[in-house]
């Protein structure tokens, strides 16, 4: 199956510092990516759509200057947490879909934020 | 815009017995319904999907209706083991690449001994 990489898989850092995420597919190219965020026992909710070459789509509710898409390649899209504060800390994840997929999404490992 | 809702949060069932979840859709644009299995600090794991020109799909232990009159559609795990215990969620979206996948809130599923 197809494999989308996050890296890192857990980071920790201080409150008011800036965290980027990578997610990568590494055998295929996906103009498009989502990225979610899961708090402990829930669900995975939808923060953004990542296009390549554009803008990202922000979901209602989540501040785009907060949380800064980068989508620069057909193989990486970088999630920067700015500014990040112990309510940030979550699980964040990526997916993409690809051509010859079917319609399955393929997600990242995820990566575990704490913001102390 | 697009919900999904899923019911049970929670389902405890004796081992060997059956384990029904059921989810309902808003948009009805939606044609393309997976189901995830999480472990607790791992992706989800999709288990099953289905496409809205098919009514019903089987794998193994595992069964997915779907009643797209209704916007409904039900995970069936039959002879159900100890490793079956997880959060499941369903999901709607459209087949469409560029489509969001959106989540319901979950089931966590206690297969007792």
């Known amino acids: 199956g197809a494999v989308v990489s996050q890296h890192p898989s857990w980071v920790i850092c201080k409150s008011g510092t800036s965290v980027k995420i990578e997610c990568r597919s590494l055998?295929?190219?996906?103009?498009?990516m989502f990225w979610y965020r899961q708090f402990p026992k829930q669900s995975l909710m939808l923060m953004a759509t990542s296009n390549e070459g554009s803008k990202a789509t922000y979901e209602q509710g989540v501040e785009k200057d907060k949380f800064l898409i980068n989508h620069a390649s057909l193989t990486l899209s970088t999630l920067t947490v700015t500014s990040a504060h112990p309510e940030d800390s979550s699980f964040y994840i990526c997916s993409a879909r690809f051509y010859g997929g079917g319609s399955e999404a393929f997600f990242g490992q995820g990566t575990r934020l704490t913001v102390v | 815009g697009e919900n999904v809702e899923q019911h049970p949060s929670t389902l405890s069932v004796q081992e060997g017995d059956s384990a029904v979840i059921k989810c309902t859709y808003s948009?009805?644009?939606?044609?393309?319904f997976p189901w995830y299995k999480q472990e607790l600090g791992k992706r989800p794991q999709l288990i099953i999907d289905?496409?809205?020109?098919?009514g019903e799909k089987k794998d193994q232990r595992i069964a997915v209706t779907l009643n797209k009159t209704a916007k409904h559609f039900s995970l069936h795990i039959t002879e159900t083991q100890p490793e079956d215990s997880a959060v499941y969620f369903c999901?709607?979206?459209?087949?469409?690449?560029?489509?969001?996948?959106?989540f319901g809130k979950g089931t966590r599923l206690h297969i007792l001994p």
């Open positions: 289905i496409r809205s020109n098919v």
């Open positions: 055998d295929f190219q996906a103009t498009t």
């Open positions: 999901a709607a979206s459209r087949v469409r690449l560029d489509d969001k996948i959106i």
């Open positions: 948009d009805s644009a939606s044609n393309y």
